[in-house]
């Protein structure tokens, strides 16, 4: 399924191919492969009723050299299971498939069962999100990936598919899955941003982009690319922006706040029901980028139903907000599905209950929640929204900051122990070092260090930077998680999504600080990339947006807002005011606490690129003129081709 964080979005049971394995010549099979890919997306989200039955439990074990060495000494079998909490066709395969007693005689005879939470554990989600969730993998006791599973499966078929691949693996017709492919790295870093901003450009429509997927980067980059080349820029543009947007503000659920995760239709209408915090700060930041253009207030008015519907339902104790709330409601009879429930008054709701929530709160989302929260701060000057930002980073970096310097992704709270999780969260590595977190959180500290000048923020920054070192991989990008005891057997790898955060935060740390050096990383990571179809493998537009937006923000370089003068002068934080009033990632706006910009009397700001600095201005609507000036540029470097062939990854 084509859309926004493709890998999330089919933990809903959206269609797609059955299995991915080597050809048997099974009629039948092939024949129940295209009849469920042919399915809709409504009936695939659809509830089952939960199989009640007791049976004897499949004894799940992690992802750990002990699952693998037993396989290997027992010549079984590897059955993973890989998926997210909030996942409506996971949970039922664990509460109907997974409790089938023929299915588990058969696993608990014939093979090792490992499960991965994907949120928990990023690095192996990466893995196996091109066929999640869940994503089945049957692998050999060597480790080779013999059949993938995508979504849910009936017991019977189930089963039937397990004793096939087994048939063949103890006969020796084996051959290897392979992933879809992607493209090549390339150091021609503009053809690349031409790639990414036309692969975008064949997804838009009047309605956005994707399937109606929630995607803040594509928004984000077509307002970037209205202030670099005007309103006549090809490619994502800001109709598109705006009508996205405001496809969002459609699934806000109108008596309890917050939006559902996604439509049922590429035109908004309809809706799955369930709300995932990483739902909400991707339509947070959405709605700040077209907030300038968007007169009718439709999407600043549904940010304040997200907001509510965060503090009211989402936030933990610790001041992290939690994942999911799930499309199960304890109460609901039979004959009404979740989506009935998502229509009754809120008081009618409360009859049967409320929904489900994973209190497990993850790092990356949070960060992102963050950044959404001070990017409206950015668009409106609402002060409500960077307390919110604020207050969530420093609960982050309470919560979550190591000993050893980096972020953790999860923990394991008293909440989190009560949950009926599908998937424990493992111990271990919830010390482990992941890539993500510490770019995404770290892009917002950086955000947050620019609206309030506390250099607090900048040193956190700074320190996740330097972990990144500790993932440094061979051709200049960051593997996805510091090394594993089952590396030989599943090599490490370098995921394009995160690594295109990871040159958006050393771009953005560069311009904070001056160092050119993390300009230079950046770079080494943009051409470790392999292309636009590797950035939208797991996370559709949005994953192609990230990397576009990074592509652009090396080619067209940062906008550096300089302010002289006291730092409680009213004169000059209407100055830094008016600079952190432009939204696009280029521009970085500060005081100019080391002397580089002769002072005056009265407070002025300098706005320079690398070529050009502007004279000294002291009148903040002049100000915005001139960061609007630098900003904008004559030469298309990303330009959409006018008749460019197809990109389909």
């Given at each position: 399924?084509?859309?926004?964080?493709?890998?999330r979005?089919?933990?809903?049971?959206?269609?797609?191919?059955e299995?991915?394995s080597?050809?048997r010549?099974?009629?039948?099979?092939a024949?129940?492969?295209?009849?469920i890919?042919?399915a809709?997306?409504?009936?695939?989200c659809?509830p089952?009723?939960?199989?009640?039955?007791?049976?004897?439990a499949?004894?799940?074990?992690?992802?750990?050299?002990a699952a693998?060495?037993?396989a290997a000494?027992e010549?079984k079998l590897?059955?993973?299971?890989?998926g997210i909490?909030g996942?409506t066709a996971?949970r039922?395969?664990?509460e109907?498939?997974?409790?089938?007693?023929?299915v588990?005689?058969?696993?608990?005879?014939?093979?090792i069962s490992?499960?991965?939470?994907?949120d928990?554990?990023?690095?192996?989600?990466e893995?196996?999100d091109p066929?999640g969730?869940p994503?089945?993998?049957i692998?050999?006791?060597?480790?080779q990936?013999?059949w993938m599973?995508?979504?849910?499966r009936?017991?019977?078929?189930?089963?039937?598919i397990?004793q096939e691949?087994?048939?063949?693996f103890?006969?020796?017709k084996?051959?290897?899955?392979?992933?879809?492919?992607?493209?090549?790295?390339?150091?021609?870093?503009?053809?690349?941003c031409?790639?990414?901003?036309?692969w975008?450009?064949?997804?838009?429509?009047e309605?956005?982009w994707?399937?109606?997927?929630?995607?803040?980067a594509?928004v984000?980059?077509?307002?970037?690319?209205?202030a670099?080349?005007g309103?006549?820029?090809?490619?994502p543009?800001?109709?598109?922006?705006r009508?996205?947007a405001?496809?969002?503000a459609?699934?806000?659920d109108?008596?309890?706040?917050g939006?559902?995760?996604?439509?049922?239709a590429?035109?908004?209408?309809?809706f799955?029901?369930?709300?995932?915090t990483?739902t909400?700060a991707a339509?947070l930041?959405?709605?700040?980028?077209?907030?300038?253009?968007?007169?009718?207030?439709q999407a600043l008015a549904?940010?304040?139903?997200?907001d509510?519907y965060?503090?009211d339902?989402?936030?933990?104790?610790?001041?992290?907000?939690m994942t999911?709330?799930?499309e199960?409601?304890?109460?609901l009879?039979?004959?009404?599905?979740?989506?009935?429930y998502y229509?009754?008054?809120?008081?009618?709701r409360?009859?049967?209950?409320r929904?489900?929530?994973?209190?497990?709160?993850y790092?990356?989302?949070?960060?992102?929640?963050?950044?959404g929260?001070?990017?409206?701060?950015?668009?409106t000057?609402?002060?409500?929204w960077?307390?919110?930002g604020?207050?969530?980073?420093?609960?982050?970096?309470?919560?979550?900051?190591?000993?050893?310097?980096?972020?953790?992704q999860a923990a394991?709270?008293?909440?989190?122990?009560?949950?009926?999780?599908?998937r424990?969260?493992v111990?271990?590595?919830?010390?482990?070092l992941f890539?993500?977190p510490q770019v995404q959180?770290g892009?917002?500290?950086?955000r947050?260090?620019?609206?309030?000048?506390?250099?607090?923020?900048?040193?956190i920054?700074?320190?996740?930077?330097?972990?990144?070192?500790?993932?440094a991989?061979t051709?200049g990008?960051?593997?996805?998680?510091?090394?594993?005891d089952?590396?030989?057997?599943?090599?490490?790898r370098?995921p394009?999504?995160?690594?295109a955060?990871?040159?958006?935060?050393?771009l953005?740390?560069?311009a904070a600080?001056?160092d050119?050096?993390?300009?230079?990383?950046?770079?080494g990571?943009?051409?470790?990339i392999?292309g636009?179809?590797a950035?939208?493998?797991?996370?559709?537009?949005?994953?192609?947006?990230?990397?576009?937006l990074?592509?652009?923000?090396y080619?067209l370089?940062a906008?550096?807002?300089s302010?002289?003068?006291?730092l409680?002068?009213?004169?000059g934080l209407?100055?830094?005011?008016?600079?952190?009033?432009?939204?696009?990632g280029?521009?970085?706006?500060?005081?100019d606490?080391?002397?580089?910009?002769?002072?005056?009397e009265a407070?002025?700001a300098?706005?320079?690129t690398a070529?050009?600095?502007?004279?000294?201005?002291?009148?903040?609507?002049?100000?915005r003129?001139r960061i609007?000036?630098?900003?904008r540029?004559?030469?298309?470097?990303?330009?959409v081709?006018?008749?460019s062939?197809?990109?389909?990854?």
């Amino acid at each position: 399924m084509a859309g926004y964080r493709t890998r999330r979005m089919r933990s809903n049971g959206a269609p797609g191919p059955e299995e991915l394995s080597p050809p048997r010549g099974a009629v039948a099979l092939a024949a129940a492969a295209l009849a469920i890919a042919a399915a809709v997306l409504a009936a695939s989200c659809a509830p089952r009723a939960p199989n009640r039955t007791p049976a004897a439990a499949i004894t799940w074990q992690s992802w750990e050299p002990a699952a693998f060495e037993r396989a290997a000494a027992e010549h079984k079998l590897i059955v993973v299971d890989a998926g997210i909490e909030g996942c409506t066709a996971c949970r039922d395969m664990h509460e109907e498939t997974f409790r089938d007693p023929a299915v588990v005689a058969w696993m608990s005879a014939h093979a090792i069962s490992i499960s991965v939470d994907a949120d928990a554990q990023p690095d192996l989600g990466e893995r196996f999100d091109p066929w999640g969730w869940p994503a089945i993998g049957i692998l050999a006791p060597s480790g080779q990936t013999l059949w993938m599973i995508r979504g849910y499966r009936a017991a019977p078929r189930f089963l039937a598919i397990l004793q096939e691949v087994e048939a063949d693996f103890r006969a020796g017709k084996t051959s290897e899955v392979k992933e879809p492919p992607v493209g090549v790295a390339s150091s021609d870093l503009e053809g690349a941003c031409r790639e990414a901003v036309s692969w975008l450009d064949e997804r838009g429509g009047e309605h956005g982009w994707g399937r109606g997927s929630v995607a803040e980067a594509p928004v984000q980059l077509a307002m970037s690319r209205r202030a670099a080349f005007g309103a006549d820029a090809k490619g994502p543009n800001e109709a598109q922006a705006r009508a996205h947007a405001l496809g969002i503000a459609k699934l806000v659920d109108p008596e309890w706040g917050g939006i559902f995760v996604a439509p049922t239709a590429p035109d908004w209408s309809g809706f799955i029901p369930e709300k995932r915090t990483w739902t909400q700060a991707a339509a947070l930041s959405s709605f700040a980028a077209v907030a300038g253009v968007e007169r009718s207030g439709q999407a600043l008015a549904a940010a304040a139903q997200i907001d509510r519907y965060l503090q009211d339902v989402m936030k933990g104790s610790d001041g992290l907000y939690m994942t999911t709330e799930a499309e199960q409601v304890p109460n609901l009879p039979a004959e009404l599905t979740a989506v009935d429930y998502y229509r009754l008054r809120g008081e009618e709701r409360l009859k049967y209950g409320r929904p489900v929530l994973d209190h497990a709160a993850y790092t990356a989302e949070n960060g992102l929640l963050a950044l959404g929260y001070l990017q409206l701060y950015q668009a409106t000057g609402d002060d409500l929204w960077l307390r919110r930002g604020r207050e969530l980073l420093d609960a982050l970096v309470a919560t979550r900051m190591t000993t050893r310097g980096f972020l953790r992704q999860a923990a394991t709270t008293a909440d989190v122990q009560r949950d009926r999780r599908l998937r424990e969260l493992v111990p271990g590595d919830e010390g482990k070092l992941f890539l993500r977190p510490q770019v995404q959180v770290g892009y917002a500290l950086l955000r947050l260090h620019e609206l309030t000048g506390e250099l607090t923020y900048l040193e956190i920054a700074v320190r996740l930077a330097a972990e990144l070192k500790k993932l440094a991989a061979t051709d200049g990008g960051y593997t996805a998680a510091e090394p594993r005891d089952t590396d030989k057997l599943f090599p490490p790898r370098a995921p394009a999504f995160d690594n295109a955060w990871a040159a958006r935060f050393l771009l953005a740390l560069a311009a904070a600080t001056g160092d050119e050096a993390y300009r230079a990383e950046a770079a080494g990571v943009l051409r470790s990339i392999k292309g636009v179809a590797a950035a939208a493998r797991s996370e559709g537009v949005n994953g192609a947006g990230v990397y576009a937006l990074a592509l652009h923000e090396y080619l067209l370089g940062a906008v550096d807002v300089s302010v002289t003068g006291k730092l409680d002068d009213p004169r000059g934080l209407a100055l830094r005011q008016a600079g952190l009033r432009e939204l696009d990632g280029r521009v970085f706006a500060h005081f100019d606490t080391h002397g580089k910009y002769p002072t005056s009397e009265a407070p002025t700001a300098y706005v320079c690129t690398a070529t050009a600095c502007s004279s000294p201005q002291s009148d903040p609507l002049a100000l915005r003129r001139r960061i609007t000036d630098a900003l904008r540029t004559h030469v298309d470097l990303c330009q959409v081709p006018s008749a460019s062939a197809s990109l389909t990854p």
